[in-house]
Nanobody
Framework: QVQLVESGGGLVQPGGSLRLSCAASGSIFGTVVMGWYRQAPGKERELVAGFTSGGSTNYADSVKGRFTISRDNAKNTLYLQMHSLKPEDTAVYFC????????????WGKGTLVTVSS
C-alpha cells in the first residue's frame, strides 16, 4: 500500500518562510511523477510545483522564484521550500504521486494547512 503523509504546515507572517515535507511509504511501479498541489478557500485545487517523468520541474506562475520543490530518494521524502510567503498562499497543500502501471492511479496525502497572516 502506498501512503503519503504531509507535514510542516502552520501559521506564518507575510514575508516568512516554511518548508513542507511529504513522507512516502510503499512501492510504486511504472512511470511515476510527483508534485505539490494546493486548494485555497472557495477555489479549485491547483498544481503548485511538480517533477516531470524526465526529472525536470514545473512551477505555477504565482510561486515561481519563491518556492522550490526537491526530493530525497534515500529518505523517500518530497519537499516544498516556500519563501516570501503572501496571504494569497494560504491554502491546504497536498502531496501527489501518479503512476501508469499497472493502471493509471493517483495517490494523495491528507493535506497540511498553511496560513499566511499577520
Amino acid at each position: 500500500q502506498v501512503q503519503l503523509v504531509e507535514s510542516g504546515g502552520g501559521l506564518v507572517q507575510p514575508g516568512g518562510s516554511l518548508r513542507l515535507s511529504c513522507a512516502a511509504s510503499g512501492s510504486i511501479f511504472g512511470t511515476v511523477v510527483m508534485g505539490w498541489y494546493r486548494q485555497a478557500p472557495g477555489k479549485e485545487r491547483e498544481l503548485v510545483a511538480g517533477f516531470t517523468s524526465g526529472g525536470s520541474t514545473n512551477y505555477a506562475d504565482s510561486v515561481k522564484g519563491r518556492f522550490t520543490i526537491s526530493r530525497d530518494n534515500a529518505k523517500n521524502t518530497l519537499y516544498l521550500q516556500m519563501h516570501s510567503l503572501k496571504p494569497e498562499d494560504t491554502a491546504v497543500y497536498f502531496c501527489n504521486a501518479a503512476t501508469n502501471w499497472p493502471r493509471n492511479v493517483d495517490y494523495w496525502g491528507k493535506g497540511t494547512l498553511v496560513t499566511v497572516s499577520s
